[in-house]
């Protein structure tokens, strides 16, 4: 059984994976999307436009609630994150390889999340608070923290990994196990795959992909949130 | 013992660790198990809690199931990806 994605074509030295070719298609809808709900908008919306903006206020509202209101700003990355993972998993649908069930997909996403949390706790605390972070409540735990916080994004890019490829394997092997079932029973079209898989199908390719882009924006907009100066109570 | 071929024995190793891998996800099994148990309480001692209890307790099955993730990616290599055979 092949595991890895199958290479379309090559320039020069580097491999065109079909993962790279869904993931830019996917990459074409959402801007689709976003240029069709934005063109010609109205006071009262309807139609894309409504679409639109219930996506960009359920958004806005899970990052304000997590990150507390004045972190509105991350919320463009928080949602494109999580509209382009869940998408890009949910592949499986339509019978093809679902985007992030590849490392080389998920991987630079955690580590620009990794930097993105670490960049803004520099940028929040300054380096000196940042250091005496790490080093809270005694000295002695500062291995343990840079430990934590260098498997953080490993973590976080095999997490969603590990999930949608044991998703793919389950489909594999069950439409190839049910295909095989209806040869052994003599007929040429595979009847036994119409209504068996529905309910794994349910589960890997839409409860799966939408929890587990929950769960990488969820940990993204905490560490971020934690990482930073907690805001200053005026007495 | 005649007759096993290096890479005959090779394999079997692979396939019998790829098996032993995963024995971790007893400890998943415990671990979710323990966290929906616990929902379940919850809500029977408040119904009107039962959506953020329901939320958090996704949020807990999937940080735990990392843990077996681990062990499914060792397997997985060992069998399909084996870098000693």
Redesign the interface.
């Known amino acids: 059984?092949q595991?890895g994605p199958r290479i379309i074509f090559k320039i020069g030295n580097v491999d065109i994976t079909e993962t790279v070719i869904f993931g830019l298609i996917i990459s074409l809808l959402l801007i689709v999307f976003a240029i069709l709900a934005t063109r010609k908008m109205e006071k009262v919306p309807k139609g894309f436009q409504a679409a639109g903006e219930l996506v960009v206020s359920t958004i806005y509202n899970m990052v304000e609630d997590t990150m507390g209101k004045r972190n509105l700003n991350f919320a463009p990355y928080i949602g494109t994150l999580v509209l382009w993972l869940g998408l890009g998993s949910s592949l499986g649908l339509l019978d093809l390889r679902p985007v992030t069930a590849d490392l080389n997909t998920t991987m630079p996403l955690a580590i620009i999340s990794f930097i993105m949390v670490h960049y803004n706790s520099i940028r929040s605390r300054g380096l000196k608070g940042y250091l005496k972070e790490k080093a809270s409540p005694y000295a002695f735990v500062f291995p343990m923290t840079v430990l934590d916080d260098l498997f953080f994004p490993i973590?976080l890019g095999?997490?969603i990994f590990?999930?949608i490829?044991?998703g793919v394997?389950v489909m594999t092997l069950l439409y190839g196990g049910l295909e095989s079932l209806s040869a052994a029973l003599g007929s040429a079209v595979p009847f036994f795959q119409i209504f068996i898989p529905l309910p794994l199908n349910f589960f890997f390719d839409m409860f799966e992909p939408v929890?587990?882009a929950y769960?990488f924006v969820?940990l993204t907009m905490v560490f971020t949130s934690n990482g930073m100066k907690p805001e200053e109570e005026e007495g | 013992m005649s007759q096993i071929t290096p890479e005959a024995f090779i394999k079997a190793m692979s396939a019998l660790g790829a098996g032993l891998a995963m024995i971790a996800m007893a400890g998943v099994g415990i671990g979710i198990g323990f966290n929906a148990g616990k929902t379940v309480e919850g809500t029977a001692r408040q119904p009107e809690a039962q959506g953020t209890l329901l939320k958090l307790m996704l949020v807990g099955v999937a940080l735990t199931e990392t843990a077996g993730i681990f062990a499914l990616i060792i397997s997985i290599i060992l069998l399909f990806a084996n870098p000693f055979a």
Do not use: D, K
């Open positions: 059984m595991l973590t095999m997490r590990g999930n490829l044991a394997i929890l587990q769960i969820m």
